[in-house]
C-alpha cells in the first residue's frame, strides 16, 4: 500500500469510527479530494470532540434541522433519529423534537403579517397594530405569551387581521412548547438550530430562542455548539453533488470511479 493509499485508508477508518457511517459521497471525495474530506471531518466533528451536550441532544439538532420545512433531508433525518434512539432518547422525546421543527416553519406566517401590516400602513394608511383589541383578543394574547413566553412584533396586528387564524396558529406551534417532555432549554436549542441553519438563517428567531436558552440557564458554551452542529448540513451539499458528479463522469467515460 502506497503512503497516500494509507493516509486516504485512515482518513476513512477515522470517518467511520467519528461520525458512525461511510456514504457514497465520503468516497468520491476520498478519491477526488481527500484534503477536502479531511476538512468535512474537521468542521462537523469539533462540537464531538469538544463539545458538552448529551450525545441524544445532539442528535436531536441534527433531527430538527434535518427534518425543518426548509431542508427536509429524509435520509438523514432516518438516520439520526435512529443514533438518537441509540443513545437513550425515547420516542416521546424524538417525536416533540419533530414536532417543533414543524412549528417553527409555521413561523412564516409571523413574517407574512408583519409585511403586510407595514404596506397596508404605507399604501392604505391603514394601522391595523393599533387596533383596539377586544377581551377575547386581549385572553388569547395572553394565552399565546404564556404558551410561548413572549408576543412577536406586529402580534397584535396578527389579532387584528385574523384572530381565529392565531388561535389555530397557537394551537399547532405552541402544542410542543406546553409539554414536559424534553427539559425547556432543550426546546429553546431546537428553536436556534432551526432558525440558524443554512436552510433558514431567521435572525429573530435565533435571538429570541438565544434569549430564552439563557433564561433557561443555558450557557455559551452549549448555545456555541448548537450553532455549530446546525451548521453541518451545509455539507448536504456535497452529500447530494458529488455522486451524482461520479455518476455523470462515469457515465461519460464509463469508467467508474
Not at 471525495?29 to 476538512?39: G, N, T
Request: proline share 4%; charged share 25%; glycine share 8%.
Amino acid at each position: 500500500m502506497s503512503e497516500l493509499d494509507a493516509q486516504r485508508q485512515a482518513l476513512k477508518d477515522q470517518i467511520i469510527a467519528e461520525r458512525g457511517y461511510w456514504h457514497p459521497f465520503h468516497q468520491g471525495l476520498l478519491e477526488r479530494d481527500p484534503d477536502f474530506l479531511a476538512a468535512y471531518l474537521a468542521f462537523l466533528s469539533q462540537p464531538w470532540r469538544t463539545g458538552v451536550l448529551q450525545p441524544k441532544v445532539r442528535e436531536f439538532i441534527y433531527i430538527a434541522v434535518d427534518a425543518s420545512v426548509a431542508h427536509m433531508y429524509e435520509r438523514g433525518m432516518r438516520r439520526h433519529i435512529e443514533f438518537a434512539l441509540e443513545r437513550g432518547a425515547t420516542p416521546d422525546e424524538v417525536l416533540e423534537v419533530v414536532e417543533l421543527a414543524a412549528g417553527l416553519g409555521g413561523e412564516s406566517a409571523i413574517l407574512g403579517v408583519r409585511i403586510l401590516a407595514e404596506e397596508l400602513k404605507a399604501i392604505r394608511g391603514e394601522d391595523v397594530e393599533a387596533a383596539a383589541l377586544s377581551e377575547e383578543q386581549k385572553r388569547l394574547k395572553d394565552e399565546f405569551i404564556a404558551v410561548m413566553g413572549g408576543w412577536p412584533d406586529y402580534g397584535d396586528a396578527f389579532l387584528s387581521l385574523d384572530a381565529d387564524y392565531l388561535r389555530s396558529f397557537l394551537a399547532f406551534v405552541g402544542g410542543p412548547w406546553k409539554r414536559g417532555t424534553l427539559e425547556p432549554k432543550i426546546k429553546d436549542f431546537v428553536a436556534i438550530a432551526v432558525n440558524s441553519s443554512p436552510a433558514t438563517l431567521n435572525p429573530d428567531g435565533v435571538r429570541r430562542h438565544i434569549r430564552s436558552a439563557l433564561d433557561h440557564g443555558a450557557t455559551s458554551t452549549e448555545i456555541m455548539e448548537v450553532i455549530q452542529l446546525a451548521a453541518a448540513i451545509a455539507i448536504h451539499t456535497c452529500t447530494i453533488g458529488v455522486p451524482n458528479l461520479v455518476e455523470a463522469d462515469a457515465a461519460r467515460t464509463g469508467i467508474v470511479g
